[in-house]
């Protein structure tokens, strides 16, 4: 099976054997091998319930996506029905780790009048769950500030009286009455044995810590941006060991968070601390569109952060010329397991693609032939899928999976060396590409482009129009973090004729087809602190920590403020969504060594919350 109905890279995995599937961490998931099953996110219009059966569950979310899952023998035949529109697989998601208060302008406003705490607002935190028992989660009576905790992970147990959300098939939902009632009597131990929900790795107590931390009896200072908010925690994941979340859980979590804000009948912000790096970043995948759509139900703001990437040597680009072939090699270090490669470029331009292993093969890829293509060399299994523009994405793009096989030769890993692309012109009209390897958090930091480009490093799904997009800086030195994600710049210029158009945006700069969906687009919207931030920490007491995943509560909790200044207290009832993302930009200021804003680093500048309020 071989649609332009399916994503390329399911397009891949459905034409590889199990066993090579198994082996990449990007193909297999989704699909179940106990089960021979797979779970797939679809588009579509029109009545899809009623094709559920006994093997087909169908969980519709919002605005015509739905999460399906069904047996492998059933899906090309489900994938023609004519109510599906487009199908993606899930991708799995990483985590972006790596006096703030005051720096963002946040003190100003919580310290002084006008009094803002986040009271009346809820924050829904994606992440890897909290640590509910913390003080600094509780209100001064020793209640709990959550208003529900969905801890995918967990199995249900009717008799326990563990039941997942109303609406959803899977893990376990608390209620704040739960919670309350395991906190008002007996011992640490039997409070956790009521409420078995863990965050292990403690990054999103961290992240709630920053967002809405409401300091304790000991410190009532260290405080989080918002302390009075009130908190919605999903723990993504499922019944799996070693699993990063993956789209089809963050789906679900959005949709959960915005059927409790409307039934508790609050503003809603979600926090997304997350992304991977799959994709032509440029807001078309069924994530980055479903977010868009989140992003316009009720009175939300979808907050993410822009990633780790930018100094992390997974971004290659160029500007192909007609005549000039280019090389761009990639480092692949030893004891590497798993690698792909994503190439994107304009469907116009016309080049041929050689592979060049460490070990001086020639591997020639067919370009102007559409489909899957297996290549064996130095005791490993090459999976090439050269695609075309889909329904839902202009560019074309060339996916390669590397599939170490354990011989004698590769002795279980990718062979390790300089692999390198060589790129020879045919018919260049455009010539922009762009080079993607996997997240930084799955590959040894020897694996890396010789030539490589922080442009374009911000993660997905960050790249969506309608999220406010969060990228890092570093208060200390003031200027932004080198590994904070960036993203790129096209505006039209106000005033003058025809479409005159600014870019700043690496090397694919948009062509026509481009331009209705990209101008005025900034991406990351602005920055906020992301570097050696206090927060709470899992284990007791407060720990330090970087990244973009610190950054985004920041502004999350300045959102927070926000909707409690405007919608709360009525001054702006239409304080939200992309009214919310104006009011940011407008406070938001300059930033050293960042002479020309808005820019590819950091946005419209430094997240400053007084600013951000009229008057």
Known sequence: MDSQKIENLLNLSLSVDVAEREQSALLREGFDLLNNTWEIIIKYQGDIERYESDLIKIEPLIAGYAIVTLPDALLED??????????????PFYFQDITALRESCISAVTEAEPFLTGRGVLVAILDSSIDFYNENFRNEDGSTRIEALWDQSLEADAEAGFLPPEGFETGVEFTKEQIDEALSGGSETEVRRLIPTIDVSGHGTAVAGILAAGGTADEPFRKGVAPESSLLIVKLGAQ???????????MRGVTYALRKAQELQMPLVINLSFGNTYGDHRGNSLLERFLDNAAEIGRTSVVVGSGNEGAAGGHAEGLLQNGQTERVELAVSEYESSLNVQLWKY???????????????????PMDMVGA????????????????????????????????????????FILPGVWTFELIPRNIEYGGYQFFLPSSATRSKGTRFFRESPQVTLTVPSTASRV?????????????????????????????????????????????????????????????????????????????????????????????????????????????????????????????GELDLPDDRAGWGALCVENSIPG
Do not use: C, H
């Open 373 to 412: 293509y297996r290549y064996q060399t130095n005791g490993m299994t090459l999976l090439i899928y050269v695609g075309q523009p889909l329904p839902y994405m202009v560019f074309q793009e060339l996916y390669i999976d590397f599939i170490p096989e354990g011989s004698s030769v590769s002795g279980g």
């Open 347 to 365: 469907y116009q331009d016309v080049f041929d693609v050689i592979l060049i292993t460490p070990t001086g093969d020639r591997i020639e890829i």
């Open 240 to 250: 799996r060991e070693n699993a990063f979340p993956k789209t089809t859980e963050i």
């Open 468 to 592: 406010i997009t969060v990228g890092a800086y570093d208060i200390y030195t003031g200027g932004v973090a080198d590994f904070s994600g960036r993203g790129y710049v096209f505006r039209q210029l106000m005033g003058n004729p025809g479409n005159s158009l600014e870019t700043d945006s690496g090397a694919m700069t948009p062509g026509d087809t481009e331009l209705p969906t990209l101008i005025n687009t900034v991406k990351p919207d602005l920055v906020a602190p992301g570097v050696d931030i206090e927060t709470v920490s899992v284990r007791g007491g407060y720990t330090r920590v970087s990244g973009t995943s610190y950054a985004t509560p920041m502004v999350s909790g300045a959102a927070a403020l926000l909707m409690e200044w405007g919608i709360v207290r009525g001054n702006d009832p239409y304080l939200y969504g992309e009214k919310m993302k104006a009011y940011l930009i407008k406070g938001a200021k300059g930033i050293q």
């Open 78 to 91: 489900f994938v023609a029905l004519p109510e599906i529109e487009y199908v993606e697989k899930p991708k």
